[in-house]
């Protein structure tokens, strides 16, 4: 049964998107299964969290990543490993696999497809749209918890019992701080320090990172990707999927901004053409 991939961006709604299939499937499975005491498929969910991968395995940047590891790229290539092996162990004409990783590198995403093929399953990619933005901005979001709860951390180690919730963060346009009160202060001052924050205000958001304000589900407890580079740098590498080429096909697409019923009818259309191979209108290269 399908091996389907997830695709898109860092931080970009992939797992919230592959739990709702993940869902989805389990209840059509249950519901095709309902005359036989066995499910009539198995589904399986892989993830970099599945497995425990953590976010620096993509760090490149060579002020980060010691040379001997950079030169063999090992810590990524250890994670693709440990990925296809698990794929690779569960996949069977009874097993549905879907894939969320960043399945980013169009040879890895042949790789999988040929994997498919070999076992004579079929194979889908799921690509989730979303603004770089927006993306950038729930990474920004989590590195923010996670400073502050390294704040707390510090605090509660060093016996003050003080736990505020004081941000760290020094290159976002919160940084400017909050617009300085004219009660406060004699109004020459204010006037004087609210052009300095006006200043402040604008050199950062001409020059900062273009990111969205987002606020994160309070279930969510993913790392961050830091330092902010292996972010960027997995933006830059990003191979975008062809619907042309036999292993990006077929494509579907799910954006951040689709409602459930949206979502619903893509995952329907999953079934139908990937699932139980009802070909309709996909976008296929043969
Ligand atoms: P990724 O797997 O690409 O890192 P996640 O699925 O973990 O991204 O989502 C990151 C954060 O964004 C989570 O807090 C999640 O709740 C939120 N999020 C993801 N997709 C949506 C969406 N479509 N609408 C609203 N919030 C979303």
Redesign the pocket.
């Known amino acids: 049964m399908p091996l389907i991939l997830i695709t ?12 709702q299939l993940y869902d989805y499937l389990t209840e059509r499975i249950a519901a095709e299964s309902s005359s036989s005491s066995t499910p009539k498929f198995r589904l399986h969910l892989i ?1 970099d969290q599945s497995l425990s991968i953590s976010r620096s395995v993509y760090d490149l940047d060579p002020a980060h990543t010691p040379a001997h590891v950079r030169s063999a790229n090992a810590s990524e290539k250890d994670a693709r490993a440990a990925l296809y092996g698990a794929v690779k162990r569960v996949l069977s004409p009874r097993d549905i696999v879907i894939l ?1 990783t960043l399945n980013y590198i169009k040879g890895w995403r042949y790789q999988l497809y040929c994997e498919a093929k070999n076992v004579q399953t079929p194979f889908g990619l799921v690509q ?1 749209g ?1 603004p770089v933005a927006r ?1 950038r901005g ?1 990474n920004e ?2 590195i923010r918890r996670s400073e502050q709860q390294e704040q707390q951390e510090e605090e509660q180690k060093a016996g003050n019992g003080t736990t505020t919730s004081t941000t760290t963060t020094t290159t976002t346009a919160a940084a400017a701080g909050a617009a300085p009160k004219s009660g406060d202060l004699h109004p020459e001052t204010y006037q004087q320090s609210h052009q300095n924050w006006q200043q402040k205000q604008f050199e950062e958001e001409s020059t900062g990172p273009d990111f969205e304000d ?4 309070p ?2 407890s ?1 790392e961050p990707y830091t330092p902010r580079s292996n972010w960027e740098n997995l933006v830059f590498r990003y191979e975008e999927p062809n619907p042309m080429s036999r292993w990006d096909s077929p494509l579907f697409i799910i ?4 409602t459930p019923s949206d979502t619903k009818a893509t995952f329907d259309q999953i079934w139908d053409e990937v699932i139980v191979n009802k070909p309709q209108k996909l976008i296929r290269a043969n």
């Not at 987002?214 to 589900?217: A, E, G, M, N, Y």
């Not at 954006?255 to 689709?258: E, I, L, N």
């Open positions: 898109g961006l860092p931080t970009s709604g992939k797992s919230t998107r592959a739990a993830s969320d989730i979303c993306a729930v979001a989590r987002v606020t994160l589900s279930t969510d993913q954006t951040w901004d689709d």
